[in-house]
């Protein structure tokens, strides 16, 4: 019998893992996140400009097992350089890069930082493309970013100072989707897009006081302004009955399963806003949430011919008007 063959000694691997330098393989990571991918339709390409996700029949990225986190970090941190630079001859191009930086750092980051840094590299890329319109997305973005870092501080990380630098930004995002433009008024995307602003801010003060700073970050701590609550109920209170104003005018004149819709809509902010103005504190008497409450009555009736007809909604709410005009007359008296 022939005798056994024994192989030779192992050998000994190059730095960076698996025989490719650092170099070579961060090279190799640029590659292959700023090659376009192999999209076959207009609409996948949408979807990433977007929503920022990648289609599942989408060819992924190919990179090497044995690249480590910090030469991700380093490719993100060039994606990042790289995006800004193109922003403005090519935004399309440098949002796609400046997402992939900002999935880099959620995944493999620790710098909370730098996480916001890659943040407001997307927002930016996003408001070029939405303007002169403030951008949608860029909600998406930063309460992506928020959710990672509260995570990083339920594992015991300081990130206090980056959460108040995010629900900010979106304090003035929401500002900006709602308030009117030159074009036309904010539609009812823009409005609801400001009220998940306003909702995720909601959420922030659960966990901590909301304090603005009304000296540009020059003056003491003791001219901050507490942000309350009530506050934020108020302003989703007015998104709300905004958005039922635009449903209900989309309704008038409109076929009758596109009017039902609208005011079915309309009806739907129309109580938001009211349960937000009774968890504000409002008093159920109060003028404005009777008020409220006969324009859901009215929100209700699905036909203009049907009118007349008195639903017990419509008569409560008109009850309780007439109450509060007894009660506003024998004031005056």
């Known amino acids: 019998r022939a005798a056994p063959t024994f192989p030779g000694p192992p050998r000994r691997p190059r730095p960076g893992g698996r025989g490719v330098s650092s170099g070579r393989a961060e090279s190799i990571i640029m590659r292959a996140f700023t090659t376009p991918y192999k999209l076959n339709s207009p609409r996948k390409q949408r979807d990433i400009l977007d929503r920022g996700v990648w289609p599942s029949d989408a060819t992924p ?146 966990h901590q006081p909301l304090l603005i700073d009304t000296q540009g970050g020059l003056g003491p701590r003791e001219r901050e302004v507490k942000l309350a609550p009530e506050e934020i109920l108020f302003q989703q209170a007015d998104l709300a009955q905004r958005i039922a104003e635009i449903h209900l005018a989309q309704s008038r004149g409109a076929p009758l399963d596109l009017r039902r819709r609208d005011r079915d809509a309309a009806t739907f902010f129309l109580i938001r806003a009211a349960r937000k103005l009774q968890l504000a504190g409002m008093a159920e008497r109060d003028p404005l949430l009777i008020e409220i409450r006969a324009r859901i009555a009215d929100a209700e009736l699905e036909q203009p011919a049907a009118r007349n007809d008195a639903s017990p909604l419509r008569t409560q709410a008109k009850g309780e008007a007439d109450h509060a005009k007894g009660d506003a007359a024998s004031g005056e008296g």
Not at 64 to 84: N, P, S, Y
Not at 107 to 136: E, M
């Open 61 to 206: 990225p190919k990179i090497g097992a044995g690249v480590g986190a910090d030469t991700l970090l380093q490719v993100a941190t060039r994606l990042r350089e790289e995006g800004l630079k193109k922003l403005e001859d090519d935004p399309a191009s440098a949002l796609i890069a400046v997402r992939q930086a900002f999935q880099i750092q959620q995944q493999y980051g620790s710098h909370a930082g730098d996480l916001c840094a890659a943040c407001a590299a997307v927002c930016r890329a996003q408001r070029k493309l939405a303007a002169p319109h403030a951008p949608t997305g860029a909600v998406d973005t930063i309460c992506t970013a928020l959710d990672v870092l509260e995570g990083w501080r339920a594992r015991g990380q300081e990130v206090g100072v980056e959460i108040d630098f995010l629900w900010q930004e979106l304090w003035g995002l929401s500002r900006q989707l709602s308030a009117p433009h030159p074009s036309g008024g904010p539609n009812t995307e823009s409005l609801r897009s400001a009220d998940r602003c306003l909702e995720r801010i909601a959420a922030v003060a659960e």
